[in-house]
């Protein structure tokens, strides 16, 4: 059997050995290598040793992030009851697409404080535009997908678009979930009080059901399930705070975004599934671009809700499409 050691043993062969690792050491030593390689790598560690891994918010909350990379800055914002690691699909196909990429766990969720108070979409807003602040990002895409589309129209509506170039809006909750009197369509209060029960009760067993069932479609006829999605989807939602969870269903069901969506001016992709057992098609895309000054549509037939995830080959593809200039 072949091994390195084998390989070596015999003088001729450790010779070329020699040899080649003299030839790497000089190529090393070289000026042009080692200066090119040595400010590459001084870059990043001036970078982590600023940034770290978490910054703190007004109110005191810490605020857990991933920063990967160079280049023109994406920034995800995920879904409930979920953490950055929901989007690890995307932000390895952008890393590798010469992006860099910043995702975050809201606060309550993943490995962010798990603090009683602050969670409405203001909070999401202002703690995103923390993130944003602090690593200094600017000319910057942000995508959000579910409850993160309503903190990404938030935030924009809140804090202005000058640290910001486009935006994507992925199965997102705008304008509005819930049923008014000006939202006859929406789903009704008593859907989002029972949500709020089941997290409350028996959280554990409920996030098992979201994850096999409507989330990803795995409920319909002949989908087949697939348990390493389904266990991921639950760890990421046990991970989180029962609180924060329970609260963010207020904030992502009652949270009208009307007039948030009117406020934004830079060109934002919005892409639904039309099969999203989880957030409407009908009454949540096609209202979003009727209210934003510079929106696209881009709907996919019999897509879920977790399209991101069972989807991204798809998915990525098109957001490439819409943010490259």
Do not use: C
Not at 13 to 29: C, D, E, H, P, Q
Not at 147 to 153: A, D, K, L, R, S
């Amino acid at each position: 059997m072949w091994s390195i050691d084998s390989a070596v043993s015999r003088p001729s062969k450790r010779r070329g050995v020699f040899k080649m690792a003299a030839a790497l050491g000089a190529l090393a030593a070289m000026p042009g290598y080692a200066s090119a390689n040595n400010n590459k790598e001084s870059r990043e560690q001036n970078r982590q040793s600023t940034a770290g891994d978490t910054v703190q918010t007004k109110d005191g909350v810490k605020i857990f992030f991933k920063d990967w990379g160079n280049g023109r800055p994406i920034v995800f914002s995920h879904g409930w009851p979920l953490s950055s690691d929901d989007w690890d699909a995307q932000m390895m196909y952008f890393l590798n697409h010469g992006f860099r990429v910043v995702a975050h766990d809201r606060r309550g969720h993943g490995r962010s404080s798990q603090t009683a108070t602050g969670h409405d979409m203001d909070h999401y807003a202002d703690d995103l535009a923390t993130v944003v602040q602090h690593l200094d990002l600017k000319d910057a895409i942000h995508v959000g997908h579910s409850t993160g589309g309503g903190e990404v129209v938030r935030y924009i509506a809140r804090h202005g678009e000058s640290r910001v170039s486009k935006a994507v809006l992925i199965s997102a909750v705008p304008p509005l979930m819930v049923q008014t009197a000006t939202n006859p369509s929406g789903l009704p209060k008593s859907v989002f009080d029972n949500f709020q029960e089941q997290v409350a009760s028996n959280r554990a067993q409920f996030y098992r059901e979201i994850a096999e069932g409507p989330f990803y479609g795995f409920n319909r006829p002949n989908a087949k399930a697939r348990e390493g999605i389904i266990e991921n989807w639950w760890r990421q939602g046990m991970v989180g705070g029962a609180k924060a969870h329970y609260d963010g269903i207020v904030a992502f069901s009652q949270t009208d975004f009307t007039e948030d969506l009117k406020k934004i001016r830079v060109p934002t992709l919005v892409m639904h599934g039309e099969d999203d057992q989880i957030v409407p098609y009908a009454d949540s895309a096609p209202l979003t671009v009727k209210l934003l000054r510079n929106g696209t549509l881009k709907s996919y037939p019999g897509f879920p809700h977790g399209m991101p995830t069972t989807e991204a080959a798809t998915i990525n593809a098109d957001i490439l499409e819409f943010v490259k200039d």
